[in-house]
């Protein structure tokens, strides 16, 4: 499976970026993690049958899913400068829900894209 993330950029804080993730073939789950400068990678969203959100998201970031297009996006509003990092769009299958943010759970990933924010 391959996967092609697109949609990073710098913004200033409070405007919104759309991440787009087209995978080869049908996966089951289909996701977002990201990591910043020295910090560990993090879960940031994933859409199985429903999506699932990391709290410091939550109530900002969409994730949605277009199954015809075998592509999933991610909808970030009032961007933030802590969510600079790169996001990596990741993708599997047989993930069960308590370990959807498991980054090992994934067995596929794709290149990261940048996004930064600006105070």
């Known amino acids: 499976v391959q996967l092609q993330a697109s949609g990073g950029g710098v913004v200033q804080a409070g405007d919104s970026l759309r991440l787009s993730c087209a995978a080869s073939?049908?996966?089951?789950?289909m996701g977002w993690f990201r990591q910043a400068p020295g910090k560990e990678r993090e879960f940031v969203a994933a859409f199985k049958w429903n999506p699932y959100y990391a709290n410091s998201v939550k109530g900002r970031f969409t994730i949605s899913r277009d199954n015809a297009k075998d592509t999933v996006y991610l909808q970030m509003n009032s961007l933030k400068p802590e969510d600079t990092a790169v996001y990596y769009c990741v993708a599997g299958s047989g993930i069960i829900q308590s370990r959807i943010s498991e980054d090992v759970a994934y067995n596929y990933w794709g290149r990261g894209t940048q996004v930064t924010v600006s105070s």
């Open positions: 073939t049908r996966v089951v789950t």
